[in-house]
C-alpha cells in the first residue's frame, strides 16, 4: 500500500474544505439574498400601495381619473412592477399601467399580465371579504413576483352616479423580483470570490503553522520509531511542548527509556542468575550412554578442586572423589538410571583435592530417543555442605530448647492440630500436677479448671480459638487455674500457634504464667493507692475521685450531696507532748470511732496531716449539719490516754452543700478549707456552713486570691521599689536616711499599695520570698548607684538605706548567709544598710531576732526597730537587742503639738534612746509644729508626708532620696522643714 505523507494528505484536506465551504458560502449567500430581496421589495411594495391609496381616494372623489393615471404611473417608475390597477366594487379597471384598459373589466387584461395562480377568482367583492389577501403583500409560489392588494374607499362619483352612496375598491400591484434577484447573484458571486481568497490565504498560513508546529515534529517521532524499529535504544523524538504530541513524544522516550533499562535489567539478572548458581555451587554432568562419553561443568570442577578445563573426563575418575562409604550407593543409583531409566536422588560425600570432605545432593534424570531407548543421563550436583551444617545446628537447637523449656519457670504446653497435649514441660507438670506420660493425648479442658475470680465463671483456654483463628490469643484477667490436686493458682495464659513451613497450623503452644503472688501483691498496692496506710481510711486521692463523681451527680440528675472538711483542735499538742508516736495512734483511734458514727453511704478520708473529709452522698442540709454536729459532738466527747496522761481534742468542721450549682471539684475543696478555717477563727470546735455571700470567706477568699497575685508578680518582677527621705531634726551632722519601701503593679501596670498585699504575705508565708527580691534588687540598683557617685558616697559616711524585714524572715536562718553574700557579690558598704525590725516580730522572736542581729551587725550593718512604743513592755527587751535605732510609732507621733500624752510618751522614748546610745526616728511627721516639737524633745529624725511622700527609687537621686513635695511656713526660733531640707528636697510634686 502507497503511503501518502502527511504534508500532502494535509494539502487535501485543505483543498477539500476550501470548496466545500465556498459553496456552503454561496449557497447561503444566494438564499440570504434572495430573503432580502424579497423583505426589501415586499416592504417597499407595502408602502407603495398605501401612499397610493392615500391619494387614489381624492382623486377618485374629485373624478381626476387622468391625474390618478398619471399619479400611477410616475409611482411606477423605477420599479419592476409589471401590473397595478385601481378596480371598483363591480371589477372595473378605473386606472392602470397600461392607459388602453381603463373602464375595462378585469378579465380584458391579457392571460400574460396575470399570475393564473393568484387570480383564480375575478370578483372584487371576493376579495374585499377575504381577509387573509386583502390588505397584505404575499409572494407568490415561484418566489419569482410579489402581490398587493389593499381595499379602497370609493366615492359615488366614482361610478358616475352622484345619488349612490360610497362603495368599496381594490389596489392591486404585482412587482416582478427577478431582476433584484439577479442583481443580489451577482453581489453574491463577487463576495464569495474575495470569501474564497480569503479561505485560501488562511489555508496558506494554517498549513505553514502546522507544518512547524505538528507536521514537523510527526516527522521527526516517525524517524524516532524507525530507529527504534531498528534497535537503536538510545534514539529519542526530540518533541517538545506542551501539546498532546509533546506527550506523546515524551511518552516515546519514557517507552524507549525503560525499554533500554528492562533489557540492561534482564542482562543484569541473567548475571545474577550465574552468580546464583555458581553462590549455590550447582555443577551438572552428562553420560552419553552409545560413545560411553562423560561431560561436567566447570562448577564441578570448582567443587572438586580442580582447575574447570573444557572436554570430557573419565567416568572413573569422577566416582574416585566419591567417599567410600557413600561409593557404592552412588554406583547403584547411576546404575539404575544408565540400565533402568529409573530417575533418582541422592545425597553423598566427595573428597576435594585440598583433603576437605564435601557434603552433595545429587539428582539424575534420563534422557531417551524417540524408539524409547535411554540416550543419555544428566545429572546435577548442589554442595549441601552448608546445609548439613545447618540441620545439624538446627539439632543442636532443638536440644538446647528442649533443656531450655525444662528449665524455665513459666508452664509450657504444646499440642497437636487437634488439640490434644504432646509436650509438658517440668513447671507445666509442677503447676497442673499432670506427668508428661499421663498427660500426652488428652486435652487441656480434661486437665485442669479455668475460672473467672470476679465472676466466678468456668473460662476455656485459648487453645481452641488459637487453633480455629490461626493467631494468638491470650486470657482474660483475672482468672485462676484449679489444678489436678484442687489448688488454685492464679495466672495469666497465652496461646500461639505452631506453623509448618507452607504456613498451615500443626498446632499450638500454651504458656502459663503463675502470678499468685504479683497478684496479690498487686490488690495490697491497690488498696494502698486507694487508702491511707495509718487509718486505713480512704486517701485524698480516692476523696477526689468520689468526690468528682458526686459533683458530676449534682449537676446532671440535681443529686444533693454534703461535703465536711474537718480538722483537729489541740492535735498538735499531742504530737508536741508525746511524739509522733502517740499522735499517730490519736489518729488511728479517732478514725475509728468517727467511721463508726458515719452512714454506710458516706465516705470518709484523711486528707492529711489531722484534716479529714467525710463525703455525705444524697444527704440533705439539715440531715447534713446534724451529722456533722454529731461527728463533733463525738470528738469533743474522746479522750486519748497515754502513758498515763489524757487529752481533750475538738475538731472545726467546715461544711458545704453540693448542688447543680456547684462549681468544679478545686473550687469545691477551697470552699470547704476556707469554712473550716473560719471555723477555727471564730473559736474552734464549731462547724462553719459555706455560703457564697459570706463576707468572712470572701476576705479570706481574695488574701488566698491576692497570694497567687504576689506569686505571680514575683515571677514576672512586677514589684517596684520606692524611697521615702528620713531627715535630722536637731543636728545637721547626722548622715542623711531614706526608707525603701515596696510598691506592686498589677497585670495592667497599676500601682498597688503594701496594705492590699502585704498581709496576705504575712499570712501565708510569703514574706521571706518578698524581703529576698527586695534585698536582691535594691543592693544591685544601688550598686549602680555608687558606680555614678560623684562625691564618693561609697564611703561609710554616705547615706543609710533603711530595708524593711518581716517577723517570718527572722525565723529563715539562710537570710543573713542570703544578706552576706549579696554584700558581698555587689560591694555594698554593709554600713550604709539598716534593717527596720517590727517591735512585735522582735518581741515574739526574741532569740531569734538577737541572733540574726548579731550575724549581721559583725558585718557592719545597722538595725532599726520599728513600730516602737505600741507596747509598755517595750523597753524591757531593749537591752537584749543590738539596736541603732528607735522608730517611734507613728500613732504618738502625729498629735504630740496638741496632745500632751503623745508628747510625754514621745519624750520618754527620746530620753530612753539618748540613755541607751540610740538614735529615734519619728514616723507620720506631716507638718512643721510636730517638727518644732520633736527638736524640742531631742529627737533624731524625721519622716512623713509633711516631709516628701515615696517616689520610685529610679526618680531619686544618689543623695537627695525622692523630690520634696511642698514648703512649709517656717518659724525664726523653730525648725522648719523648709529651712531643714530646703537644699536638700527640691520643691517639686510627686
Wanted: proline share 4%.
Amino acid at each position: 500500500m502507497t503511503r501518502i505523507p502527511l504534508r500532502y494528505l494535509t494539502v487535501l484536506i485543505l483543498l477539500v474544505f476550501i470548496v466545500l465551504s465556498t459553496l456552503l458560502a454561496y449557497r447561503f449567500g444566494l438564499n440570504a439574498a434572495a430573503n432580502h430581496v424579497e423583505t426589501s421589495e415586499s416592504r417597499h411594495l407595502e408602502a407603495l400601495a398605501q401612499r397610493l391609496r392615500d391619494h387614489a381616494q381624492d382623486m377618485v372623489e374629485w373624478g381626476e381619473r387622468a391625474r390618478l393615471q398619471q399619479t400611477l404611473q410616475s409611482m411606477s417608475e423605477g420599479r419592476d412592477i409589471n401590473l397595478a390597477v385601481i378596480l371598483d366594487a363591480q371589477g372595473h379597471i378605473l386606472a392602470g399601467l397600461d392607459a388602453q384598459y381603463v373602464g375595462a373589466p378585469w378579465g380584458a387584461l391579457t392571460p400574460h399580465r396575470l399570475n393564473p395562480a393568484h387570480y383564480t377568482d375575478l370578483s372584487v367583492a371576493t376579495w374585499l371579504g377575504d381577509t387573509d389577501r386583502v390588505g397584505k403583500v404575499f409572494t407568490s409560489e415561484s418566489r419569482n413576483t410579489l402581490l398587493a392588494l389593499f381595499p379602497i374607499t370609493l366615492a359615488s362619483a366614482a361610478s358616475g352616479v352622484d345619488t349612490q352612496p360610497p362603495s368599496g375598491g381594490v389596489i392591486l400591484i404585482q412587482l416582478d423580483l427577478m431582476p433584484a434577484k439577479a442583481a443580489a447573484r451577482d453581489n453574491v458571486r463577487e463576495l464569495v470570490l474575495q470569501f474564497m481568497g480569503f479561505l485560501v490565504l488562511l489555508a496558506t498560513l494554517g498549513l505553514f503553522f502546522f507544518h512547524w508546529t505538528v507536521i514537523k515534529r510527526v516527522e521527526r517521532l516517525a524517524q524516532a520509531t524507525r530507529q527504534f524499529a531498528e534497535g537503536d535504544l538510545n534514539t529519542r523524538s526530540g518533541v517538545t511542548g506542551g501539546d498532546e504530541l509533546a506527550d506523546l513524544g515524551r511518552t516515546f522516550d519514557q517507552m524507549v527509556t525503560r525499554i533500554a533499562e528492562s533489557q540492561q535489567t534482564l542482562r543484569e539478572r541473567d548475571q545474577r542468575l550465574l552468580r546464583a548458581q555458581r553462590t549455590a555451587r550447582i555443577g551438572t554432568w552428562e553420560m552419553h550412554l552409545p560413545e560411553q562419553s562423560f561431560f561436567w561443568s566447570d562448577e564441578i570442577s570448582r567443587l572438586l578442586g580442580v582447575a574447570p578445563t573444557e572436554g570430557h573426563f573419565n567416568y572413573e575418575s569422577f566416582m574416585a572423589r566419591i567417599h567410600p562409604d557413600d561409593l557404592e550407593a552412588a554406583r547403584q543409583s547411576d546404575r539404575k538410571a544408565m540400565e533402568e531409566g529409573i530417575a533418582g536422588e541422592l545425597d553423598y560425600r566427595i573428597m576435594a583435592a585440598d583433603g576437605n570432605l564435601r557434603h552433595v545432593h545429587e539428582q539424575t534424570q534420563v534422557i531417551r530417543r524417540p524408539d524409547g531407548q535411554i540416550r543419555a543421563v544428566i545429572g546435577t550436583v548442589q554442595d549441601i555442605t552448608e546445609r548439613k551444617r545447618a540441620e545439624e545446628a538446627i539439632f543442636n537447637a532443638k536440644e538446647r530448647a528442649q533443656v531450655t523449656l525444662d528449665s524455665i519457670g513459666d508452664a509450657v504446653m504444646t499440642t497437636d492440630a487437634d488439640g490434644r497435649v504432646d509436650y509438658l514441660n517440668p513447671a507445666a507438670e509442677a503447676l497442673t500436677g499432670w506427668p508428661l506420660m499421663e498427660a500426652c493425648g488428652k486435652r487441656p479442658d480434661e486437665m485442669f479448671q479455668l475460672i473467672n475470680e470476679t465472676s466466678g465463671a468456668t473460662v476455656r483456654t485459648p487453645l481452641h480459638a488459637c487453633l480455629r483463628e490461626g493467631r494468638s490469643v491470650g486470657l482474660a484477667n483475672h482468672m485462676v487455674m484449679i489444678t489436678r490436686d484442687g489448688r488454685t493458682r492464679a495466672v495469666e495464659d497465652s496461646a500461639a500457634p505452631i506453623r509448618d513451613r507452607q504456613g498451615t497450623t500443626i498446632g499450638a503452644v500454651l504458656v502459663f504464667h503463675d502470678v499468685t503472688q504479683p497478684r496479690q501483691l498487686a490488690r495490697k498496692l491497690s488498696w494502698q493507692a486507694t487508702h491511707d496506710p495509718l487509718t486505713g481510711l480512704f486517701n485524698r486521692f480516692e476523696f477526689e475521685r468520689r468526690l468528682q463523681v458526686a459533683l458530676k451527680q449534682a449537676r446532671e440528675i440535681n443529686a444533693h450531696h454534703a461535703l465536711l472538711y474537718m480538722d483537729l483542735d489541740q492535735f498538735k499538742v499531742v504530737n508536741d507532748t508525746c511524739g509522733h508516736v502517740a499522735g499517730d495512734e490519736l489518729l488511728k483511734q479517732l478514725a475509728f470511732t468517727l467511721l463508726a458514727k458515719i452512714r454506710d453511704s458516706d465516705m470518709l478520708a484523711r486528707l492529711g496531716g489531722d484534716e479529714f473529709g467525710v463525703l455525705l452522698e444524697n444527704c440533705p442540709r439539715d440531715k447534713a449539719l446534724e451529722i456533722a454536729d454529731h461527728l463533733r459532738q463525738t470528738v469533743r466527747q474522746f479522750r486519748f490516754v497515754w502513758q498515763g496522761r489524757v487529752f481533750e481534742v475538738g475538731i472545726s468542721i467546715g461544711a458545704v452543700m453540693l448542688e447543680s450549682t456547684a462549681e468544679d471539684m478545686n473550687a469545691v475543696l477551697s470552699a470547704a478549707d476556707m469554712a473550716c478555717f473560719a471555723a477555727k477563727e471564730r473559736g474552734r470546735d464549731r462547724i462553719h456552713v459555706y455560703h457564697p455571700n459570706d463576707q468572712e470567706l470572701i476576705q479570706r477568699h481574695g488574701e488566698m486570691e491576692a497570694v497567687s497575685r504576689i506569686n505571680q508578680a514575683l515571677a514576672d518582677q512586677r514589684f517596684r521599689l520606692y524611697v521615702q527621705p528620713i531627715i535630722p531634726v536637731a543636728s545637721q551632722k547626722h548622715p542623711p536616711h531614706q526608707e525603701i519601701l515596696l510598691r506592686m503593679l498589677d497585670e495592667d501596670g497599676r500601682v498597688i499599695m503594701p496594705g492590699a498585699f502585704i498581709p496576705a504575705a504575712e499570712r501565708f508565708g510569703l514574706m521571706p520570698a518578698v524581703d529576698r527580691w527586695v534585698v536582691h534588687h535594691f543592693f544591685s540598683q544601688f550598686a549602680h548607684i555608687l558606680k555614678e557617685d560623684p562625691r564618693n558616697e561609697s564611703t561609710s559616711e554616705g547615706t543609710v538605706y533603711a530595708i524593711n524585714l518581716s517577723g517570718a524572715s527572722l525565723n529563715d536562718e539562710q537570710l543573713p548567709g542570703f544578706v552576706i553574700q549579696q554584700l558581698e557579690r555587689y560591694q555594698i558598704p554593709a554600713s550604709r544598710i539598716c534593717f527596720e525590725i517590727t517591735e512585735t516580730a522582735a518581741i515574739a522572736n526574741l532569740n531569734r531576732a538577737g541572733l540574726f542581729m548579731n550575724q549581721l551587725r559583725q558585718r557592719g550593718c545597722r538595725f532599726a526597730l520599728d513600730d516602737f512604743g505600741t507596747g509598755l513592755s517595750s523597753f524591757t527587751y531593749l537591752k537584749q537587742l543590738p539596736v541603732d535605732y528607735l522608730k517611734i510609732d507613728g500613732s504618738l507621733v502625729k498629735d504630740i503639738a496638741r496632745d500632751p500624752i503623745d508628747r510625754s510618751m514621745v519624750d520618754a522614748i527620746a530620753r530612753i534612746g539618748r540613755v541607751m546610745g540610740l538614735y529615734t526616728i519619728a514616723e507620720f511627721v506631716e507638718d512643721d509644729a510636730v517638727l518644732a516639737t520633736l527638736a524640742e524633745l531631742g529627737v533624731d529624725f524625721a519622716q512623713g508626708y509633711g516631709i516628701a511622700r515615696p517616689a520610685p527609687l529610679s526618680m531619686a537621686t544618689p543623695f537627695n532620696g525622692p523630690p520634696r513635695q511642698r514648703s512649709a511656713p517656717t518659724s525664726s526660733h523653730r525648725p522648719s522643714l523648709n529651712g531643714m531640707a530646703q537644699s536638700r528636697l527640691p520643691n517639686t510634686e510627686v
